[in-house]
């Protein structure tokens, strides 16, 4: 058993305790108390919190960092994206282990991370981060939508059973996934989070609207272009409607372009949405409406996205970005959404997110300034990983 003070705990699912203690045992946590109880390990002026949580992220094209310039849109970032993984023939492997050194560093214990290769499993199972491993497919002109969902679950079949990994099949986004293959993929997903780039450019709102401009015009450069299929004539959400994936278990990430009738609508379902706005203003997709998303009632996560897109992955750093665009967010709700928030949407509710009875004991200390008026406020000012250490590495099986 292990005991820890500090000036303050933040179990998140309540407000912050002064002065408290954290006790844990076993790898998890026994208990947290307004007082010291026992012989406990007074670690003065810092903050105690849960590991955060980067529920969006690309962990395998991390060798790209700095090497895809801002331009004008979001198409054409995805075509210079596309042009220079065409150099490679695999994702280096290096980049993926310093990415998730660098992750785990600045706090983060739990990632959502998309792959479209499945490279990234490994340096995660030799990790301490816990993952939600998304097995992206995209596919617009799929003959055979059924056999390209097949061959990614025996891809997954395949994998060494890890219990802190739950890998998933999930579609890429609207302008890349076929009808088929969003219905062949629903059919395989049971119940597990189904991440989906959604609503992330205004490119996307009008190819689904007339199957016009710059997104079906890179489908045609690429050869995937499907001169059968019919645009909707809707939004992202109404579409995703239609093909009945708007439930609990979706996550859409961005939203740059969500209305408040698309936000309402994803809020009723129970779904996620994940802001990730340093990427969005990296892509030209536009800026996050920060404050409607949590206006709306919906349940929101935050993530870095990935280092081709960001320059860093400190969650930390995303938090402050999203204090600065949404100045009259309480500083309670953005950190419930970099913990909470992230951990339900991701499906580890039960062992991450809270310092509550039970779970986990991923511990993060992050040193405080001698005083500090408002300690939540002060964890949104761009915290650097020089200032956080984890209290207690635990087996991932605890």
């Not at 004008?72 to 050194?101: D, K, Y």
């Not at 349940?299 to 320059?311: F, M, W, Y």
Request: negative net charge; glycine residues 8%; contains cysteine.
């Amino acid at each position: 058993m292990v005991r820890y003070r500090a000036a303050w705990v933040l179990p998140i699912d309540r407000p912050p305790v002064p002065g408290g203690t954290v006790t844990v045992e076993r790898g998890l946590i026994a208990r947290v108390d307004e007082t010291v109880i026992g012989d406990a390990d007074d670690l003065g002026s810092v903050a105690i919190l849960p590991g955060l949580v980067n529920a969006h992220t690309h962990l395998e094209l991390s060798w790209m960092r700095g090497r895809l310039p801002a331009v004008g849109s979001m198409p054409a970032w995805t075509a210079s994206l596309i042009e220079l993984r065409r150099s490679v023939s695999n994702e280096p492997v290096e980049p993926i282990i310093a990415a998730i050194a660098e992750a785990r560093a600045s706090g983060t214990g739990l990632v959502g991370d998309v792959t479209n290769t499945l490279a990234t499993y490994e340096p995660l199972a030799d990790s301490d981060l816990s993952a939600a491993v998304f097995r992206e497919l995209i596919g617009f002109s799929a003959a055979d939508p059924d056999a390209v969902v097949s061959a990614a679950a025996r891809q997954i079949h395949e994998l060494t059973p890890i219990a802190w990994l739950r890998p998933s099949i999930v579609p890429h986004a609207p302008y890349s996934v076929s009808p088929s293959l969003f219905a062949a993929i629903q059919r395989r997903a049971g119940g597990a989070p189904l991440s989906i780039h959604l609503g992330e450019s205004a490119a996307e709102i009008e190819f689904l609207r007339d199957g016009s401009g710059a997104w079906r015009t890179l489908l045609e450069s690429l050869g995937a272009w499907n001169p059968s299929w019919t645009p909707p004539g809707c939004g992202p959400v109404e579409y995703m409607d239609r093909l009945g994936l708007v439930s609990e278990n979706l996550i859409a990430v961005h939203g740059v372009q969500f209305t408040d009738d698309e936000l309402s609508r994803l809020a009723v379902a129970r779904a996620t949405i994940v802001a990730c706005p340093r990427s969005n203003r990296r892509t030209a997709a536009g800026l996050p409406p920060i404050e409607r998303f949590y206006a709306s009632g919906i349940r929101v996560a935050v993530g870095t996205d990935s280092l081709a897109s960001v320059e860093d992955l400190n969650l930390f750093a995303e938090m402050a970005e999203i204090r600065r665009l949404a100045p009259s967010v309480p500083a309670r709700a953005i950190l419930r959404s970099a913990t909470q928030g992230g951990a339900e949407a991701l499906g580890f509710a039960s062992e991450l997110g809270t310092l509550e009875p039970g779970k986990r004991a991923q511990l993060l200390a992050v040193r405080l300034p001698a005083a500090v008026a408002d300690v939540e406020e002060y964890l949104l000012s761009g915290i650097q990983p020089a200032d956080i250490r984890w209290l207690d590495i635990t087996n991932h099986e605890a």
